[in-house]
């Protein structure tokens, strides 16, 4: 096979894989192992609610709070990204949600720099 047509045929199959990855399987209909005929149905009937549960607009929401700006490990903003959870899960419903403090030795550079050392030497 000429290389050319080798790489059109891997272009093809990646392209199909790729477009194959976004479809979804129909949920299985039988009995689940280990569950009653009656089970099955209630246990698929409770999964199906979980399934729905994410809300595209509100995990924005979620993941534009936290990467609105960096939070390392030891920083302040890593305090407020906690308690900003906190507060969310509280209002979810959920009860007695508590933040614990653990002392850790952590090493925080007081400056990073990167530079290039090859094939020529760059310091920005």
């Known amino acids: 096979m000429r290389p050319h047509r080798f790489v059109a045929v891997v272009l093809v199959a990646l ?3 790729v477009a194959g990855a976004g479809a979804q399987e129909a949920p299985p209909t039988g009995p689940i192992r280990g569950f009653s005929t009656s089970g099955s149905a209630a246990e698929r009937a409770l999964e199906a609610r979980f399934r729905a549960l994410p809300d595209p ?4 929401a979620f993941h534009r709070y936290f990467t609105a700006r960096p939070h390392p490990a030891t920083s302040a903003r890593t305090h407020e990204v906690a308690e900003h959870i906190a507060a969310e899960w509280k209002l979810m419903g959920l009860d007695e949600v508590v933040i614990h403090r653990y002392d850790v030795l952590s090493s925080n550079p007081g400056r990073v ?3 290039l050392v090859a094939p020529t030497r760059y310091v920005p």
Do not use: G
Request: glycine residues 0%.
């Open 15 to 17: 392209m199909l894989v």
């Open 57 to 60: 607009a509100s995990i924005k």
């Open 113 to 115: 720099r990167a530079e």
